[in-house]
């Protein structure tokens, strides 16, 4: 018996009034739901997309993410409810509140729900997957906990003095073994440090067009790849290896390659539609094709005379629409929250002038280019 462990929690549910049951895994879930939420909409807020657009895309993007989720769970270990001597029933194949997400299934379902929610507002599905990672790290670093009130998916037998006491009736347990290695904690506390780093890395580096995604699915793959290797449950085995881990592998390869072939790429990201015009649209950074100085060149001179007055960027209203800066080396993070960003001055009319004098004027102010 090691001289310290960490003990587990008696029970997972709780009856609300005698009657509601408030499951911790469930609530656990929820609130690295809300977590993820409040992170990724304050970061787009900073990085100049309209209020409540991560809110909304959430309404996508949470249940596909369930579904996604579970379908990857019990299709890697179908033989919990459909083997022969399966300790579940089948039904309980639905039953999420026991336990049971695949974080991959639940990415790529929960990526299609955004992708159509991004698709409705033009918006670029890049620009937000840089801007939720660290939100879904955290997300997982907190949905980890319902594992240790479910006493499930720990490690080995250790020793060691933060060694995780479970029941022994629990299924993975090894006769004479009291304690194991606490995977959810070990696995809560890399994604909550994954969580800074891409935060950081985001800043410090300018990374877009998906870039802190691709770094978020490489670092939580490495981390999953050790962990995984010291769970104890039941999972199929390719060479020695567990199916989870063979994934990660595949998956951290993948987000490396995509990591190297984007690195140069700097094309606009749209953040959609900007409040109140339905016709403007936000936009990360500048365009690698060079579509300014074709729409420059296509509108003649008088266009180029009037845009080197300040037109350029400014809508048939004339209010600028900018709403983040356009500088490609910008951090697209909250480290310069673009609605803070001071407005550019301009002069009124000159006293004096004629007529046609001040219609040159209020078009150079007022007037797009068009190509």
Known sequence: MPLASIP???????QLFGVIPIRAYALCIVLGVVAAVVIGERRWRARG?????????????????????????VITD??????????????????????????????ALG???VWFGCRNRGISLSAVADTVAPGIAVAQAIGRWGNYFNQELFGSPTDLPWGLEIDPDRP???????????????ESIWDLGLAFVLIWAGRKFALRHGRVFALYVAGYTLGRFWI???RVDAAHEILGLRLNQWTSIVLLIGALAYYVLTRDKTGEESLGTV?????????ASRSEDGDDAENAAATGSDTADATATGSDGADADGADP??????????????????????????GPVAGEDDKSQRVSATAEGEKGTS
Do not use: C
């Open 8 to 14: 587990s929690p008696s029970q997972g549910v709780w």
């Open 49 to 73: 997309g309209a209020p409540g657009t991560i809110v909304d895309l959430a309404v996508w993007a949470v249940p596909f993410g369930l579904v996604g989720g579970r379908l990857y769970h």
């Open 78 to 107: 179908w033989q919990l409810y459909f083997g022969e001597d399966a300790p579940n029933r089948p039904i309980e194949a639905l039953f999420i509140w026991n336990g049971g997400l695949g974080i991959w299934g639940a990415i």
């Open 111 to 113: 990526a299609l729900g």
């Open 172 to 186: 993975g347990t090894v006769p004479g073994e009291d304690t194991y290695h606490p995977t959810f904690l070990y």
């Open 228 to 230: 995984e290797g010291l």
């Open 275 to 283: 409040p109140g015009d339905d016709k403007a649209v936000m936009t």
């Open 322 to 347: 900018a709403a983040v800066s356009e500088d490609p080396d910008e951090p697209a993070d909250p480290a310069h929250p673009a609605d803070q960003a001071d407005e550019p001055e301009t002069g």
